[in-house]
Protein backbone atom coordinates (compact mmCIF):
# COMPACT_ATOMS: atom_id res chain seq x y z
CA UNK A 1 0.00 0.00 0.00
CA UNK A 2 1.40 3.44 -0.80
CA UNK A 3 2.33 5.83 2.16
CA UNK A 4 2.05 9.49 1.53
CA UNK A 5 5.07 9.95 3.79
CA UNK A 6 7.37 7.94 1.22
CA UNK A 7 5.97 9.75 -1.77
CA UNK A 8 6.86 13.19 0.01
CA UNK A 9 10.40 12.17 0.68
CA UNK A 10 10.98 10.73 -2.76
CA UNK A 11 9.59 13.92 -4.36
CA UNK A 12 12.48 16.33 -3.57
CA UNK A 13 14.98 14.00 -4.42
CA UNK A 14 17.38 15.79 -7.30
CA UNK A 15 17.11 14.87 -10.52
CA UNK A 16 20.53 16.79 -11.85
CA UNK A 17 21.62 17.08 -15.55
CA UNK A 18 20.75 13.64 -16.80
CA UNK A 19 22.90 12.45 -19.97
CA UNK A 20 22.62 9.41 -22.58
CA UNK A 21 22.52 5.99 -21.95
CA UNK A 22 24.82 4.43 -24.71
CA UNK A 23 26.80 1.35 -24.36
CA UNK A 24 26.08 0.60 -21.02
CA UNK A 25 27.04 4.08 -19.64
CA UNK A 26 25.88 7.77 -19.14
CA UNK A 27 27.26 9.70 -21.65
CA UNK A 28 27.48 13.30 -22.90
CA UNK A 29 25.77 14.15 -26.29
CA UNK A 30 28.17 15.46 -28.71
CA UNK A 31 27.66 19.22 -28.67
CA UNK A 32 26.84 19.20 -24.83
CA UNK A 33 23.44 20.50 -25.57
CA UNK A 34 20.43 20.27 -22.95
CA UNK A 35 16.43 20.78 -22.20
CA UNK A 36 14.93 21.50 -19.23
CA UNK A 37 12.89 19.05 -17.40
CA UNK A 38 9.16 21.47 -16.45
CA UNK A 39 7.51 19.96 -13.84
CA UNK A 40 3.95 20.04 -14.83
CA UNK A 41 3.02 19.72 -10.96
CA UNK A 42 4.25 23.66 -10.46
CA UNK A 43 5.97 24.65 -13.81
CA UNK A 44 9.36 24.36 -12.20
CA UNK A 45 12.69 23.56 -13.60
CA UNK A 46 13.92 20.26 -11.88
CA UNK A 47 16.74 19.31 -13.68
CA UNK A 48 17.62 18.78 -17.60
CA UNK A 49 18.06 15.68 -20.13
CA UNK A 50 20.84 15.36 -22.68
CA UNK A 51 19.90 17.11 -26.10
CA UNK A 52 21.13 14.06 -28.91
CA UNK A 53 21.96 15.06 -32.38
CA UNK A 54 22.28 12.81 -35.19
CA UNK A 55 25.92 12.01 -34.09
CA UNK A 56 24.76 10.97 -31.12
CA UNK A 57 21.76 8.69 -32.85
CA UNK A 58 24.34 7.42 -34.96
CA UNK A 59 27.02 6.71 -32.38
CA UNK A 60 24.15 4.74 -30.28
CA UNK A 61 22.82 2.58 -33.32
CA UNK A 62 26.54 2.17 -34.02
CA UNK A 63 27.18 0.46 -30.43
CA UNK A 64 23.85 -1.48 -30.53
CA UNK A 65 24.86 -3.22 -33.99
CA UNK A 66 28.30 -4.15 -32.47
CA UNK A 67 26.50 -5.66 -29.70
CA UNK A 68 24.50 -7.62 -31.59
CA UNK A 69 26.90 -8.55 -33.95
CA UNK A 70 29.20 -9.82 -31.09
CA UNK A 71 26.75 -12.04 -30.25
CA UNK A 72 26.84 -12.21 -26.69
CA UNK A 73 22.80 -11.35 -26.21
CA UNK A 74 21.80 -12.20 -29.93
CA UNK A 75 22.93 -15.66 -29.83
CA UNK A 76 22.72 -16.28 -25.77
CA UNK A 77 20.29 -19.69 -25.06
CA UNK A 78 16.62 -18.16 -24.63
CA UNK A 79 16.97 -19.19 -21.06
CA UNK A 80 19.95 -17.03 -20.63
CA UNK A 81 18.03 -13.70 -21.69
CA UNK A 82 14.63 -15.12 -19.42
CA UNK A 83 17.37 -14.97 -16.48
CA UNK A 84 18.99 -11.59 -17.30
CA UNK A 85 14.80 -10.44 -17.89
CA UNK A 86 13.28 -11.65 -14.78
CA UNK A 87 16.02 -10.09 -12.83
CA UNK A 88 15.31 -6.89 -14.58
CA UNK A 89 11.27 -7.55 -13.28
CA UNK A 90 12.55 -7.90 -9.63
CA UNK A 91 14.70 -4.63 -9.94
CA UNK A 92 12.07 -2.44 -11.21
CA UNK A 93 9.88 -3.71 -8.47
CA UNK A 94 12.11 -3.17 -5.71
CA UNK A 95 12.97 0.65 -7.00
CA UNK A 96 8.85 1.01 -7.90
CA UNK A 97 8.28 3.73 -5.49
CA UNK A 98 11.02 5.59 -6.66
CA UNK A 99 10.51 5.04 -10.43
CA UNK A 100 6.81 5.92 -9.89
CA UNK A 101 7.53 9.26 -8.05
CA UNK A 102 10.13 10.55 -10.21
CA UNK A 103 7.39 9.75 -13.40
CA UNK A 104 4.95 11.66 -11.67
CA UNK A 105 7.13 14.52 -11.10
CA UNK A 106 8.01 14.72 -15.00
CA UNK A 107 4.47 14.05 -16.30
CA UNK A 108 2.06 14.57 -13.89
CA UNK A 109 0.26 11.38 -13.75
CA UNK A 110 -1.66 10.68 -10.89
CA UNK A 111 0.24 8.63 -8.04
CA UNK A 112 -2.11 6.21 -7.62
CA UNK A 113 -2.26 5.29 -11.16
CA UNK A 114 1.40 5.97 -12.20
CA UNK A 115 2.39 3.54 -9.15
CA UNK A 116 0.86 0.30 -10.64
CA UNK A 117 0.11 1.50 -14.78
CA UNK A 118 4.22 2.47 -15.03
CA UNK A 119 6.88 0.63 -12.67
CA UNK A 120 4.40 -2.63 -11.57
CA UNK A 121 3.04 -2.97 -15.11
CA UNK A 122 6.87 -2.83 -16.86
CA UNK A 123 7.88 -5.04 -14.36
CA UNK A 124 4.81 -7.56 -15.08
CA UNK A 125 6.00 -6.69 -19.17
CA UNK A 126 9.26 -7.76 -18.68
CA UNK A 127 8.67 -11.25 -16.24
CA UNK A 128 5.82 -11.96 -19.02
CA UNK A 129 8.07 -11.94 -22.04
CA UNK A 130 10.75 -13.50 -20.36
CA UNK A 131 9.11 -16.17 -19.95
CA UNK A 132 7.82 -16.61 -23.05
CA UNK A 133 10.58 -16.56 -24.81
CA UNK A 134 11.90 -20.28 -24.52
CA UNK A 135 7.90 -21.26 -24.93
CA UNK A 136 8.36 -19.70 -28.77
CA UNK A 137 9.20 -22.93 -31.26
CA UNK A 138 9.84 -22.90 -34.71
CA UNK A 139 7.53 -24.93 -37.17
CA UNK A 140 8.33 -27.69 -39.76
CA UNK A 141 6.48 -27.88 -42.84
CA UNK A 142 4.51 -30.27 -44.06
CA UNK A 143 6.26 -31.66 -46.93
CA UNK A 144 7.15 -34.27 -48.84
CA UNK A 145 9.34 -37.38 -47.52
CA UNK A 146 12.56 -36.56 -49.39
CA UNK A 147 12.45 -32.71 -47.92
CA UNK A 148 12.74 -31.39 -44.49
CA UNK A 149 10.88 -27.86 -44.15
CA UNK A 150 11.74 -26.14 -41.00
CA UNK A 151 10.89 -22.50 -40.27
CA UNK A 152 13.46 -20.53 -37.78
CA UNK A 153 12.64 -17.26 -35.97
CA UNK A 154 15.04 -15.05 -35.84
CA UNK A 155 15.74 -11.30 -34.04
CA UNK A 156 16.10 -8.65 -36.86
CA UNK A 157 19.02 -6.50 -35.61
CA UNK A 158 19.10 -3.48 -34.36
CA UNK A 159 15.35 -1.98 -32.88
CA UNK A 160 14.26 1.62 -32.90
CA UNK A 161 12.22 2.56 -29.83
CA UNK A 162 10.02 6.33 -29.61
CA UNK A 163 7.39 6.01 -26.91
CA UNK A 164 5.31 8.91 -25.63
CA UNK A 165 4.78 11.09 -22.36
CA UNK A 166 1.74 9.44 -20.84
CA UNK A 167 2.73 6.44 -19.90
CA UNK A 168 6.66 5.94 -20.76
CA UNK A 169 7.74 3.13 -18.53
CA UNK A 170 4.62 1.00 -19.41
CA UNK A 171 4.97 1.91 -23.08
CA UNK A 172 8.38 1.57 -22.86
CA UNK A 173 8.23 -1.56 -22.15
CA UNK A 174 5.89 -2.97 -24.24
CA UNK A 175 8.29 -2.20 -26.83
CA UNK A 176 11.79 -2.87 -25.29
CA UNK A 177 10.94 -6.08 -23.42
CA UNK A 178 9.41 -8.26 -26.13
CA UNK A 179 12.56 -6.78 -28.56
CA UNK A 180 15.06 -7.62 -26.14
CA UNK A 181 13.46 -11.31 -25.34
CA UNK A 182 13.92 -11.67 -28.84
CA UNK A 183 17.56 -11.03 -29.15
CA UNK A 184 17.85 -7.40 -30.28
CA UNK A 185 19.74 -4.74 -29.64
CA UNK A 186 17.45 -1.80 -29.27
CA UNK A 187 17.87 1.61 -29.40
CA UNK A 188 15.20 3.69 -26.90
CA UNK A 189 14.10 7.20 -27.54
CA UNK A 190 11.88 8.63 -25.27
CA UNK A 191 9.15 11.59 -25.36
CA UNK A 192 11.10 14.93 -24.28
CA UNK A 193 8.40 15.98 -21.88
CA UNK A 194 9.12 12.30 -19.94
CA UNK A 195 12.35 10.30 -20.11
CA UNK A 196 13.45 10.26 -16.38
CA UNK A 197 11.85 6.98 -15.73
CA UNK A 198 13.80 5.34 -18.57
CA UNK A 199 17.11 6.78 -17.95
CA UNK A 200 16.70 4.91 -14.93
CA UNK A 201 15.14 1.92 -16.40
CA UNK A 202 19.16 1.54 -18.63
CA UNK A 203 20.99 1.80 -15.26
CA UNK A 204 18.78 -0.86 -13.54
CA UNK A 205 18.98 -3.12 -17.16
CA UNK A 206 22.89 -2.85 -16.75
CA UNK A 207 22.05 -3.72 -13.21
CA UNK A 208 20.58 -6.97 -14.23
CA UNK A 209 23.09 -7.57 -16.61
CA UNK A 210 21.93 -6.92 -20.08
CA UNK A 211 25.18 -6.83 -21.91
CA UNK A 212 26.70 -3.40 -23.25
CA UNK A 213 25.43 -1.85 -25.81
CA UNK A 214 22.42 -3.84 -25.93
CA UNK A 215 19.69 -1.26 -24.21
CA UNK A 216 20.73 2.10 -25.25
CA UNK A 217 19.02 5.35 -24.61
CA UNK A 218 19.02 8.75 -26.41
CA UNK A 219 16.86 11.67 -25.41
CA UNK A 220 16.41 15.03 -26.89
CA UNK A 221 13.83 16.43 -29.54
CA UNK A 222 12.06 14.56 -31.62
CA UNK A 223 12.51 16.77 -34.87
CA UNK A 224 16.26 16.17 -34.28
CA UNK A 225 16.70 12.87 -32.32
CA UNK A 226 13.95 10.99 -33.86
CA UNK A 227 14.42 12.40 -37.00
CA UNK A 228 18.11 10.52 -37.03
CA UNK A 229 16.63 7.47 -35.63
CA UNK A 230 14.38 6.91 -38.71
CA UNK A 231 16.57 7.77 -41.10
CA UNK A 232 19.63 5.77 -39.82
CA UNK A 233 20.50 2.95 -42.40
CA UNK A 234 21.69 0.57 -39.82
CA UNK A 235 17.97 0.60 -38.01
CA UNK A 236 16.45 -2.78 -39.07
CA UNK A 237 12.65 -1.91 -37.35
CA UNK A 238 11.02 1.03 -35.46
CA UNK A 239 8.47 0.82 -33.07
CA UNK A 240 6.12 3.86 -32.39
CA UNK A 241 3.10 5.22 -30.26
CA UNK A 242 2.36 8.61 -30.92
CA UNK A 243 0.42 11.19 -32.62
CA UNK A 244 -0.33 10.42 -36.68
CA UNK A 245 1.73 13.26 -37.75
CA UNK A 246 4.80 11.61 -36.43
CA UNK A 247 3.73 8.62 -37.78
CA UNK A 248 3.43 9.62 -40.89
CA UNK A 249 6.68 11.58 -40.82
CA UNK A 250 8.28 8.05 -39.95
CA UNK A 251 7.18 6.57 -42.68
CA UNK A 252 8.44 8.93 -45.18
CA UNK A 253 11.98 8.25 -42.81
CA UNK A 254 11.53 4.32 -44.29
CA UNK A 255 11.21 5.57 -47.35
CA UNK A 256 14.24 7.67 -47.57
CA UNK A 257 16.47 5.47 -45.51
CA UNK A 258 17.06 1.55 -45.70
CA UNK A 259 13.48 0.87 -46.00
CA UNK A 260 12.74 -0.14 -42.30
CA UNK A 261 10.01 -1.68 -41.06
CA UNK A 262 7.57 0.43 -39.05
CA UNK A 263 5.48 -0.21 -36.62
CA UNK A 264 3.01 2.64 -35.44
CA UNK A 265 0.33 2.67 -32.62
CA UNK A 266 -1.31 5.99 -32.90
CA UNK A 267 -3.74 7.81 -31.86
CA UNK A 268 -7.77 7.21 -31.02
CA UNK A 269 -11.12 9.05 -30.56
CA UNK A 270 -12.61 6.02 -29.29
CA UNK A 271 -16.51 5.42 -28.97
CA UNK A 272 -18.11 4.30 -25.23
CA UNK A 273 -21.62 3.25 -26.27
CA UNK A 274 -23.87 2.66 -23.40
CA UNK A 275 -27.57 1.37 -24.16
CA UNK A 276 -30.63 1.64 -21.80
CA UNK A 277 -30.28 -2.11 -21.16
CA UNK A 278 -26.79 -1.56 -19.48
CA UNK A 279 -26.69 -3.93 -16.34
CA UNK A 280 -25.31 -1.08 -13.92
CA UNK A 281 -26.11 2.73 -14.75
CA UNK A 282 -24.21 3.65 -11.75
CA UNK A 283 -21.22 1.66 -12.51
CA UNK A 284 -21.21 2.59 -16.30
CA UNK A 285 -21.33 6.41 -15.44
CA UNK A 286 -18.14 5.97 -12.93
CA UNK A 287 -16.26 3.92 -15.34
CA UNK A 288 -17.03 5.91 -18.24
CA UNK A 289 -15.61 9.26 -16.35
CA UNK A 290 -12.64 7.45 -14.81
CA UNK A 291 -11.72 6.03 -18.11
CA UNK A 292 -11.33 9.84 -19.99
CA UNK A 293 -10.24 11.74 -16.93
CA UNK A 294 -7.78 9.67 -14.86
CA UNK A 295 -4.16 11.34 -16.38
CA UNK A 296 -6.31 14.33 -17.34
CA UNK A 297 -7.25 12.43 -20.41
CA UNK A 298 -4.07 11.98 -21.26
CA UNK A 299 -4.34 8.27 -22.51
CA UNK A 300 -4.46 7.12 -26.44
CA UNK A 301 -7.02 4.21 -25.76
CA UNK A 302 -9.57 7.29 -23.53
CA UNK A 303 -13.27 7.04 -23.84
CA UNK A 304 -13.29 10.27 -25.16
CA UNK A 305 -16.59 10.08 -27.02
CA UNK A 306 -19.67 8.77 -24.92
CA UNK A 307 -22.45 7.94 -27.13
CA UNK A 308 -26.08 7.14 -24.76
CA UNK A 309 -29.32 5.99 -25.73
CA UNK A 310 -32.41 8.54 -25.98
CA UNK A 311 -34.31 6.74 -23.32
CA UNK A 312 -31.81 6.88 -20.38
CA UNK A 313 -29.82 9.46 -21.93
CA UNK A 314 -30.94 12.47 -19.36
CA UNK A 315 -30.77 10.31 -16.65
CA UNK A 316 -27.48 8.73 -17.30
CA UNK A 317 -25.81 12.51 -17.66
CA UNK A 318 -26.82 13.27 -14.14
CA UNK A 319 -25.03 10.82 -13.16
CA UNK A 320 -21.96 11.15 -15.06
CA UNK A 321 -22.20 15.20 -14.03
CA UNK A 322 -22.39 13.87 -10.72
CA UNK A 323 -19.48 12.13 -10.57
CA UNK A 324 -17.18 14.10 -12.63
CA UNK A 325 -17.80 16.99 -10.22
CA UNK A 326 -17.07 15.05 -7.34
CA UNK A 327 -13.48 14.04 -9.05
CA UNK A 328 -10.56 16.02 -7.18
CA UNK A 329 -7.94 17.76 -9.52
CA UNK A 330 -5.16 18.50 -8.09
CA UNK A 331 -1.42 17.51 -6.69
CA UNK A 332 -0.58 14.30 -8.49
CA UNK A 333 2.23 13.17 -5.36
CA UNK A 334 -1.27 13.46 -3.50
CA UNK A 335 -2.89 9.96 -2.79
CA UNK A 336 -6.35 11.69 -2.43
CA UNK A 337 -6.17 13.42 -5.58
CA UNK A 338 -8.27 11.62 -8.75
CA UNK A 339 -6.90 13.42 -11.86
CA UNK A 340 -3.38 15.26 -11.55
CA UNK A 341 -1.44 17.50 -14.05
CA UNK A 342 -1.75 18.14 -17.78
CA UNK A 343 1.87 17.42 -18.96
CA UNK A 344 3.16 20.73 -20.31
CA UNK A 345 2.13 24.37 -20.53
CA UNK A 346 1.36 23.41 -24.14
CA UNK A 347 -0.63 20.87 -24.21
CA UNK A 348 -3.11 22.48 -21.39
CA UNK A 349 -3.42 25.77 -24.16
CA UNK A 350 -4.55 22.87 -27.16
CA UNK A 351 -6.85 21.23 -24.73
CA UNK A 352 -8.53 24.57 -23.94
CA UNK A 353 -8.48 25.63 -27.55
CA UNK A 354 -10.73 22.51 -28.08
CA UNK A 355 -13.16 23.60 -25.37
CA UNK A 356 -13.49 26.99 -26.83
CA UNK A 357 -13.95 25.72 -30.78
CA UNK A 358 -16.57 22.99 -29.84
CA UNK A 359 -18.59 26.19 -27.69
CA UNK A 360 -17.94 28.02 -30.70
CA UNK A 361 -19.56 25.21 -33.05
CA UNK A 362 -22.52 24.74 -30.71
CA UNK A 363 -21.51 22.09 -28.18
CA UNK A 364 -23.33 22.70 -24.94
CA UNK A 365 -20.98 23.13 -21.74
CA UNK A 366 -22.08 20.95 -18.88
CA UNK A 367 -19.08 20.38 -16.70
CA UNK A 368 -15.74 21.94 -16.70
CA UNK A 369 -13.81 24.14 -18.84
CA UNK A 370 -11.32 26.00 -17.24
CA UNK A 371 -7.30 26.06 -16.04
CA UNK A 372 -7.78 25.30 -12.86
CA UNK A 373 -4.73 25.86 -10.05
CA UNK A 374 -3.12 28.48 -11.82
CA UNK A 375 -1.71 29.70 -8.62
CA UNK A 376 0.46 26.65 -7.92
CA UNK A 377 2.28 27.30 -11.51
CA UNK A 378 1.13 24.02 -12.72
CA UNK A 379 -0.63 22.84 -15.42
CA UNK A 380 -4.58 21.63 -14.66
CA UNK A 381 -7.64 21.08 -16.03
CA UNK A 382 -11.00 20.82 -14.17
CA UNK A 383 -12.51 17.41 -16.28
CA UNK A 384 -15.13 19.07 -18.96
CA UNK A 385 -18.14 17.29 -20.44
CA UNK A 386 -19.98 18.66 -23.66
CA UNK A 387 -23.35 17.38 -24.79
CA UNK A 388 -25.30 17.90 -28.32
CA UNK A 389 -21.57 16.80 -29.89
CA UNK A 390 -22.39 16.46 -33.72
CA UNK A 391 -20.53 13.95 -35.91
CA UNK A 392 -19.62 17.25 -37.82
CA UNK A 393 -17.87 19.43 -34.73
CA UNK A 394 -14.03 19.28 -34.26
CA UNK A 395 -14.46 17.58 -30.87
CA UNK A 396 -16.17 14.63 -32.39
CA UNK A 397 -13.77 14.14 -35.11
CA UNK A 398 -10.11 14.80 -33.28
CA UNK A 399 -8.34 13.81 -30.45
CA UNK A 400 -7.97 15.83 -27.71
CA UNK A 401 -6.03 14.08 -25.40
CA UNK A 402 -6.43 16.07 -22.62
CA UNK A 403 -9.81 15.63 -20.17
CA UNK A 404 -12.58 17.08 -22.63
CA UNK A 405 -15.86 14.12 -22.88
CA UNK A 406 -17.93 14.64 -25.87
CA UNK A 407 -21.18 12.88 -25.81
CA UNK A 408 -24.04 12.41 -28.37
CA UNK A 409 -27.50 10.30 -28.05
CA UNK A 410 -28.74 7.48 -30.26
CA UNK A 411 -32.03 5.81 -30.79
CA UNK A 412 -31.02 2.59 -31.64
CA UNK A 413 -28.31 -0.04 -32.38
CA UNK A 414 -27.91 1.16 -36.16
CA UNK A 415 -27.73 4.63 -35.08
CA UNK A 416 -24.98 3.86 -32.39
CA UNK A 417 -22.77 1.80 -35.31
CA UNK A 418 -22.78 4.93 -37.60
CA UNK A 419 -21.58 7.21 -34.61
CA UNK A 420 -19.33 4.60 -33.22
CA UNK A 421 -17.65 4.23 -36.68
CA UNK A 422 -17.86 7.87 -37.94
CA UNK A 423 -14.09 8.38 -37.36
CA UNK A 424 -11.12 7.97 -39.22
CA UNK A 425 -9.44 6.12 -35.75
CA UNK A 426 -10.23 2.87 -34.81
CA UNK A 427 -8.35 2.25 -31.63
CA UNK A 428 -10.46 0.91 -28.69
CA UNK A 429 -14.11 1.19 -27.94
CA UNK A 430 -16.58 -0.11 -25.45
CA UNK A 431 -20.32 -1.15 -25.28
CA UNK A 432 -22.91 -1.61 -22.05
CA UNK A 433 -25.71 -3.71 -22.49
CA UNK A 434 -27.22 -6.60 -20.87
CA UNK A 435 -28.32 -8.28 -23.77
CA UNK A 436 -25.37 -10.85 -25.01
CA UNK A 437 -26.75 -10.73 -28.76
CA UNK A 438 -26.56 -7.29 -29.09
CA UNK A 439 -22.83 -7.25 -27.28
CA UNK A 440 -21.79 -10.04 -30.34
CA UNK A 441 -23.47 -7.89 -32.94
CA UNK A 442 -21.50 -4.89 -31.29
CA UNK A 443 -17.97 -6.32 -31.20
CA UNK A 444 -18.99 -7.34 -34.62
CA UNK A 445 -19.68 -4.22 -36.05
CA UNK A 446 -17.37 -1.97 -34.43
CA UNK A 447 -14.43 -0.69 -36.31
CA UNK A 448 -11.54 -0.54 -33.69
CA UNK A 449 -8.93 -2.58 -32.30
CA UNK A 450 -10.09 -3.17 -28.78
CA UNK A 451 -14.03 -3.49 -27.84
CA UNK A 452 -14.67 -3.53 -24.17
CA UNK A 453 -18.53 -5.07 -22.78
CA UNK A 454 -19.08 -3.64 -19.83
CA UNK A 455 -16.42 -2.02 -18.49
CA UNK A 456 -13.43 0.45 -19.74
CA UNK A 457 -9.79 -0.36 -20.22
CA UNK A 458 -7.83 -3.33 -17.77
CA UNK A 459 -7.12 -5.74 -20.90
CA UNK A 460 -3.77 -7.39 -19.54
CA UNK A 461 -0.84 -8.74 -21.53
CA UNK A 462 -2.42 -11.56 -23.14
CA UNK A 463 -3.89 -9.97 -25.54
CA UNK A 464 -2.90 -7.20 -28.27
CA UNK A 465 -3.47 -3.54 -28.48
CA UNK A 466 -3.53 -1.83 -31.78
CA UNK A 467 -5.85 0.09 -33.64
CA UNK A 468 -7.78 0.30 -36.91
CA UNK A 469 -7.61 2.54 -40.07
CA UNK A 470 -6.01 5.85 -38.53
CA UNK A 471 -4.83 4.51 -35.08
CA UNK A 472 -2.04 2.56 -36.75
CA UNK A 473 -1.06 -1.21 -37.64
CA UNK A 474 1.39 -1.53 -34.71
CA UNK A 475 0.36 -4.38 -32.14
CA UNK A 476 1.84 -4.29 -28.62
CA UNK A 477 1.16 -6.85 -26.54
CA UNK A 478 1.09 -10.34 -26.26
CA UNK A 479 2.83 -13.10 -27.98
CA UNK A 480 1.96 -11.14 -30.69
CA UNK A 481 4.56 -8.73 -30.03
CA UNK A 482 7.21 -11.42 -31.09
CA UNK A 483 6.22 -11.11 -34.81
CA UNK A 484 7.42 -7.19 -34.39
CA UNK A 485 10.73 -8.24 -33.73
CA UNK A 486 11.48 -11.44 -35.27
CA UNK A 487 12.19 -12.68 -39.44
CA UNK A 488 10.91 -15.87 -40.52
CA UNK A 489 13.97 -18.26 -41.90
CA UNK A 490 13.48 -21.04 -44.19
CA UNK A 491 15.28 -23.67 -44.31
CA UNK A 492 14.93 -26.18 -47.15
CA UNK A 493 16.40 -29.41 -47.14
CA UNK A 494 16.48 -32.31 -49.45
CA UNK A 495 16.70 -35.70 -47.88
CA UNK A 496 17.21 -37.77 -50.97
Known amino acids: MLDQSAIDRLRTLPVGDQQLWIGGRRVQAVDGGALDVVSPIDGRVIGSIADAGAEDVDRAVAVARAAFEKGGWSCAAPAQRKKVLLKLADLIEKNALELAVLGV ?291 AREEVFGPVLAVSRFEDEAEAVQLANATVYGLASAVWTANLATAHRMVRAIRAGVVHVNTYGGADLTVPLGGFGQSGFGRDKSLHAFDKYTDLKTAWISLG
Open 105 to 395: RDNGTEIGMAYKAEPLSAAGTFRYYAEAIDKVYGEIAPTAPDVLGLVHREPLGVVGAIVPWNFPMMIGAWKVAPALAAGNSVVLKPAEAASLTLLRLGELAAEAGVPEGVFNIVTGRGAVTGEALGLNMDVDALAFTGSGAVGRRLLEYSARSNLKRVHLELGGKSPNIVFADAPDLDKAAKVSAFGIFRNSGQVCVAGSRLLVQASVYDAFMDKLVTVTKKMKVGDPLDLGTDAGAVTSAEQLSKDLGHVADAEREGARLVAGGRRVLEETGGFYMEPTIFDGVTPSMRL
